[in-house]
C-alpha cells in the first residue's frame, strides 16, 4: 500500500484547455460579476484589454474540468475522494490571459503535510499548476492544497 508522502513530486500528465470566450461569460455570470469587459470585446478594448480577459478565479474551473486528473492519482494512491475538500487556492499572475488562448498545464504535487489529531488525522496535499500559452509563455501558477481526512 501506498503512503501519503509518496505523492510527493508526483506530476500529472500535462493537458491543454482552450480558453473559450462563451466560457468566459458563462462564468462571470456565474459568479455574478457583471463586468462589460467579459462580455463585450468592445469593453475589454477600451479598459486596455487585447481581447475579453478571464475573471481571477476562472483558472480554478480550468483546473476542475480542463483534464487534470486527479481521481486517477486519489485512486492509485487509495484516497477515498468523498474525504477530500478543497481548502485554499491562490493564483499568481504573470501574463495576460484572454478568450481564444490556449493553455497548457502542468501540475505537481509540491508539499504534504499529515496532521494527527486525537479523533483521526488529516493530509494537507498542495499542488502547485504552471500555465504555459500557445506563445509558449508562462502566464499563470496556481497553489491549492486538497484536505483529506482519514
Known sequence: MATIKNLLGVQMEPYTFKVEEGKIKEFAE??????????????????GFDKIPIPLTFL???????????????????????????????????????AGDVLTIT?????IVVKQGSTG??????TENRYINQADKLVAVSKSVAIHRH
Not at 474540468?65 to 478543497?86: C, N, S, T
Not at 501540475?107 to 508539499?111: E, F, H, L, P, Y
Not at 488525522?121 to 498542495?126: K, P, V
Open 107 to 111: 501540475s505537481k504535487i509540491i508539499d
Open 121 to 126: 488525522g488529516m493530509d494537507l496535499i498542495t
Open 30 to 47: 456565474a459568479i455574478g460579476d457583471e463586468n462589460p469587459i467579459y462580455y463585450d470585446v468592445e469593453k475589454a478594448k477600451n479598459e
Open 60 to 98: 480554478t474551473a480550468v483546473e476542475f474540468w480542463g483534464g487534470g486528473d486527479a481521481l486517477k492519482m486519489f485512486e492509485q494512491y487509495q484516497i477515498d475522494p468523498v474525504r477530500v475538500v478543497h481548502g485554499e487556492q491562490a493564483y499568481e499572475f504573470i501574463g495576460e490571459i484572454y
